[in-house]
């Protein structure tokens, strides 16, 4: 009898017990966020810190502590936002998993910006105001920080809504915004801001276009043929020396260029020889992997996985050579004004500067990237390893066309303007396939069947009309708010 009195004490104490631990649980999970943001703070403090110890305690370097910490922030938004552009197609088509994509992107990233970050960088960004309008010292710094915390905190409010927008096209419009505010309308380059206006359509409809034509090459001679395997045997090796050939002209173009002065000729001729040797190098490698493969579309994407995975990786090194100035740009400005008391046109980048840039950017992917890394490659359009192959080409494709004609372009936008062009063809695919097979679908179901979320296609478009008109808004009020501070 004892012992059938004990027993229900202690179920009830086991069920107690489970509560408890449901409790816990939920409120970790409550509070995972909150881990994010305090490590951020802890990152942003340190980048502090170590420019108050290399700034020598100056009086003026209370400015350049600020900035630093400003910076820092950048860094953390642009890991969180940009990253996921170059990551999300390879781990939406599960050729990565979240954590080896973000060890990967990390590594990369930080390579890319500490090896080929470049060592200098234009302070008023891609001639978007008039330095002469900025030629006051004190204005000049004041601008460089409104213009960074504004850039920081639109992309930091387009990571929230899940909008994966320009840091560029942020920057700029911090600049512009900090111009308007400090010496009027004139002082803006009007023709310059309407060529990067163009760019807005340019880059997601030359990226979306070059996807599409990649995935419907792929399917005319791969997919849609009696011997899946053998079309895989010839084509694939095609397809690697052509993505080898891109990849090396766009890191030779972008990722290499402040290292040496390479022409776009230069570039193609460095890709060409890259891109045939890779080819021809890759056809041994195919015909084992493709061994014993069945005459299935299946089979054909373990050929794809390797390939994307690599384009994954030269993608994230050229973004960290890139798109590291997005964060430490204004604050070298900043830290060359307050030592030297002139206002440059171009400056030198300190090592701990761009170190701050670079751990930034990947603290930031770290702890804030899978949101976006899963937007991307999960809930635009459904992804595998050809479809995501195809989005990484076009983006290396997009950005030599473009640089071929002279156009500016947004790497964020040509990535996601990949995956809607991906996603819109099998639309087109899917309907002309069910006409000629003479099953006409009634439009209702049609509407059913989109294979694009559309509302994150409106959200994201939405979010890049509005980047550099909110970035110059927030900008000007940040730059008002220093001015009554200083």
């Given amino acids: 009898m004892p012992q059938n009195d004990q027993t229900p004490s202690w179920q009830t104490l086991d069920r107690d017990l489970n509560r408890l631990s449901r409790l816990e ?3 970790m999970y409550a509070s995972r966020p909150l881990i994010g943001v305090g490590l951020s703070l802890v990152f942003v403090t340190a980048a502090a810190l170590l420019a108050a110890m290399l700034s020598g305690g100056a009086p003026q370097s209370l400015v350049v502590i600020v900035a630093a910490a400003f910076g820092a922030y950048m860094a953390l938004n642009i890991g969180a936002n940009d990253v996921a552009n170059n990551m999300g197609p390879a781990v ?3 050729a990565l998993s979240m954590l080896g994509a973000i060890a990967i992107a990390a590594i990369c990233e930080s390579a890319g910006a500490l090896l080929a970050g470049g060592d200098v960088v234009s302070t008023i960004s891609k001639g978007i105001v008039s330095p002469a309008g900025l030629a006051d010292t004190r204005v000049f710094v004041w601008a460089m920080m409104a ?3 504004s850039a920081a905190l639109w992309v930091n409010i387009a990571t929230w809504i899940g909008a994966p927008v320009s840091t560029t096209h942020s920057v700029v419009g911090g600049v512009m915004g900090a111009g308007i505010a400090a010496a009027g309308f004139s002082v803006v380059n009007w023709p310059t801001m309407g060529t990067i206006a163009i760019s807005w359509v340019i880059s997601p409809v030359l990226g979306g276009v070059i996807a599409a034509a990649m995935l419907a090459f792929i399917k005319w001679k791969i997919i849609n043929v009696e011997d899946k395997i053998a079309a895989a045997r010839t084509w694939v090796p095609v397809l690697i ?5 891109a990849f090396a002209a766009y890191l030779a173009l972008k990722g290499l260029s402040h290292v040496a002065h390479i022409s776009l000729p230069v570039a193609l001729l460095i890709g060409a020889v890259i891109g045939l040797v890779t080819g021809l190098a890759s056809r041994p490698l195919i015909r084992r992997q ?3 493969l069945e005459n299935r579309n299946r089979s054909l994407k373990v050929l794809f996985r390797l390939p994307l995975i690599v384009s994954a990786a030269a993608l994230s090194f050229a973004h ?3 798109d590291v100035a997005n964060a430490v740009g204004p604050l070298a400005a900043v830290v060359y004004a307050q030592s030297t008391a002139d206002v440059a046109g171009e400056v030198f980048i300190p090592t701990w500067v761009m170190l701050i840039g ?3 950017i990947s603290v930031g992917l770290v702890l804030f990237g899978p949101k976006m890394i899963g937007m991307v490659g999960n809930q635009i359009t459904k992804l595998n390893p050809m479809r995501a192959y195809c989005v990484a080409l076009s983006a290396a494709v997009t950005v030599i066309a473009a640089s071929a004609l002279g156009l500016p372009v947004s ?7 990949g995956v809607f062009g991906v996603g819109f063809f099998r639309e087109w695919y899917m309907s002309r396939r069910g006409n000629a097979e003479g099953s006409i679908m009634p439009r209702q179901e049609r509407a059913r069947r989109k294979l694009v979320r559309r509302s994150h296609f409106l959200t994201i478009i939405a979010a890049w009309v509005i980047t550099v008109p909110a970035a110059a808004l927030l900008s000007g009020i940040c730059f008002l708010g220093l001015r009554l501070i200083g």
């Fill in 147 to 149: 213009a960074l915390l």
């Fill in 290 to 292: 493709s061994a014993g």
């Fill in 241 to 245: 020396g052509l993505m080898s050939f």
């Fill in 358 to 360: 670079a751990v930034g």
């Fill in 25 to 27: 649980m939920a409120s």
């Fill in 320 to 322: 960290g050579a890139n």
């Fill in 92 to 94: 939406g088509a599960n």
């Fill in 411 to 417: 790497s964020t936008h040509i990535a996601v303007g």
